[in-house]
């Protein structure tokens, strides 16, 4: 449905985004992760038409929409600010757009009041200045303003980032439900990697203006392209050449002890399991219990290394307990 062609764009001398090329399918969920000014926003704003870009093609629906006026592409935006009218109430802010297109006033009641009702905006609400609302309040005000236009493309850019962590897992569900239930293609933009793992159908990992990696949250974490990619999504540890020598000596798979290697804290147990292949004699040097997870540090090898792993009843290992490490081979990433 939407279609970067070797998009490239220019802030004067510096190329924020070079020969981009990537593909979003109709009903997606689809977000652009990656550290500040790594170019997601700029991409993001092109398709909204903020931006022109200095070369390439950005196509809706097999259409080039590079020279087409902003009012005309038919795509919602939800900015991290809300810039929600502060002059009007929260009816007059989500009625501006449908007058803008003219429609008769019975139908916008109609249309305001129906996706208040989807947004968990009460009526009473709908009477208050925006000024009066929590930031959660106002946050569904501005994702409500924009999908009453009935968009097929809706973006989000940070959309949750100034809200308090609890209210941000809440109103992610919602949007997830949201999104889902009306159907509307959505491109998000997070440097949050929890946010993008559990809302997208895919995820583009950028990195200074190109993108490191495409897939499903499965694939991003599990089986990460890069380096890059592989550091950047979750808590992740760094084995070096006292374990990767270690491990060698176990493991038919050889790793390389002039690189670096990686393994997710998962991939690691102080219990044999299924595709645990690898045995490591460790110490214990911290134990974090946070109730049904405990989270460790080990030396092994003369190095440290991080496991979490599921509490098992009051059984927690202590610092300078001497304990075997069990580790999935699969899970070791080398570049």
């Known amino acids: 449905m939407i279609e970067y062609r070797n998009v490239q764009i220019n802030y004067g001398n510096f190329t924020a985004i070079e020969k981009l090329s990537l593909t979003i399918e109709e009903g997606e969920f689809f977000t652009f992760l990656g550290p500040s000014g790594c170019g997601k926003t700029t991409l993001l704003r092109s398709l909204v038409g903020f931006i022109s870009p200095a070369s390439g093609e950005i ?13 005309k592409r038919g795509i919602g935006i939800v900015f991290q600010s809300y810039a929600l009218f502060p002059s009007m109430n929260v009816f007059e802010n989500l009625a501006f757009g449908l007058r803008v297109k003219k429609l008769p006033e019975a139908e916008i009641r109609r249309q305001v009041y129906r996706i208040a009702g989807k947004v968990a905006i009460s009526e009473d609400q709908l009477s208050r200045n925006v000024s009066e609302l929590s930031g959660g309040q106002q946050q569904r005000v501005a994702l409500a303003r924009a999908i009453v236009l009935e968009p097929r493309i809706l973006c989000l850019d940070e959309p949750l980032s100034n809200l308090d962590a609890k209210l941000r897992v809440d109103l992610r569900g919602e949007l997830k439900r949201l999104q889902k ?9 997070t440097h949050d990697q929890e946010e993008a793992l559990t809302l997208s159908d895919r995820i583009a990992v950028f990195n200074h203006g190109t993108i490191e990696q495409v897939g499903t949250p499965y694939e991003i974490y ?12 979750g808590d992740i540890n760094r084995l070096g050449p006292g374990i990767l020598a270690a ?23 102080t219990h044999p399991g299924e595709h645990l292949d690898i045995l490591l004699e460790a110490k214990v040097l911290e134990a974090e219990y946070y109730g049904a997870l405990t989270k460790y540090t080990f030396e092994a090898a003369g190095e440290k290394i991080k496991s979490i792993e599921k509490s098992r009843g009051t059984t927690v290992c202590k610092a300078g307990d001497k304990v075997p490490l069990y580790l999935d081979s699969r899970a070791i990433m080398q570049f």
């Open 59 to 71: 196509l809706v629906d097999g259409k080039v929409i590079n020279n087409e006026p902003v009012e």
């Open 181 to 189: 239930e009306l159907g509307i293609t959505t491109l998000y933009v």
């Open 222 to 233: 599990s089986h990460s392209a890069t380096e890059f990619v592989c550091d950047f999504i």
């Open 247 to 269: 491990i060698n000596a176990k493991e038919k798979r050889r790793f390389d002890t002039g690189r670096e290697a990686f393994i997710r804290l998962e991939g690691i147990e």
